[in-house]
């Protein structure tokens, strides 16, 4: 079993929908990463969690520390969401640990 | 500049050659990163420096060099490397290694290796 597990593995979602994708990890972390990967590209920090919440634009990152669970949410999903978003953890070793991330398309 | 540049995007390459992986950022952070990240699989450390010193090395063979000649620029030297090297090459940087810090990513180096 990963230490860090997204689902779900891949999203389809129509122009308009709200988005939601889930991660639980095992291990005691320090912060919590969520990124944004585009096919063939680099990869783009979306947020930095340690507790609560934030939001970015159409974007909001929850974490809950006792449930050792995340979730990021789109609002108004966008074609050009489409990408996938990986959960990675940063725990005791000082490392990312990365999810498996979750492949999203975003229909027009 | 919140940018991390690498160079080539691409690279083909046979496994006699020797090339190398350019990273750069001008954002004062003193931890960089090399990831290793095969297709549909999330990215794997290999090498971290703070402060310009290898502080991290992931058992990478010794194919993969890197080199850290200054606190903006950080080098990954390829030398006899095999067909499964070929993966996308990740930089990434930080302020500082430490786990509050959040790490900017460069667009990647996609190497094929023939």
């Known amino acids: 079993k990963n230490e860090v597990e997204q689902s779900p593995q891949n999203l389809t979602a129509q122009e308009g929908e709200f988005i939601t994708i889930n991660c639980s990890y095992s291990?005691?972390?320090?912060?919590l990463h969520w990124l944004q990967q585009h096919p063939g590209g680099g990869i783009v920090s979306l947020f930095m969690?340690?507790?609560g919440k934030k939001k970015h634009g159409r974007l909001i990152a929850t974490i809950n520390i006792q449930e050792k669970h995340s979730s990021l949410h789109i609002t108004a999903s966008h074609p050009r969401d489409s990408a996938v978003y990986i959960c990675?953890?940063?725990?005791?070793?000082?490392?990312?640990?990365f999810g498996t991330g979750t492949l999203l398309a975003v229909q027009p | 500049d919140t940018e991390v540049t690498q160079t080539p995007k691409h690279l083909v390459m046979g496994m006699t050659n020797k090339k190398s992986l350019k990273c750069e950022q001008h954002?004062?952070?003193?931890?960089m990163y090399w990831y290793k990240q095969k297709a549909k699989k999330p990215p794997e450390l290999m090498f971290v420096?703070?402060?310009?010193?290898?502080?991290i090395n992931e058992s990478v063979p010794s194919r993969f060099s890197p080199e850290c000649p200054n606190s903006s620029l950080l080098n990954l030297h390829l030398h006899a490397l095999q067909p499964e090297d070929s993966a996308l090459y990740l930089c990434?940087?930080?302020?500082?290694?430490?786990?509050?810090?959040?790490?900017?990513f460069g667009s990647g180096t996609q190497l094929s290796v023939l």
């Open positions: 990434a940087s930080s302020q500082v290694n430490r786990v509050d810090e959040k790490l900017f």
């Open positions: 969690l340690s507790s």
């Open positions: 990675a953890v940063r725990g005791a070793t000082n490392k990312l640990i």
């Open positions: 291990v005691g972390i320090s912060a």
């Open positions: 420096y703070s402060y310009e010193k290898l502080s």
């Open positions: 954002m004062g952070h003193r931890a």
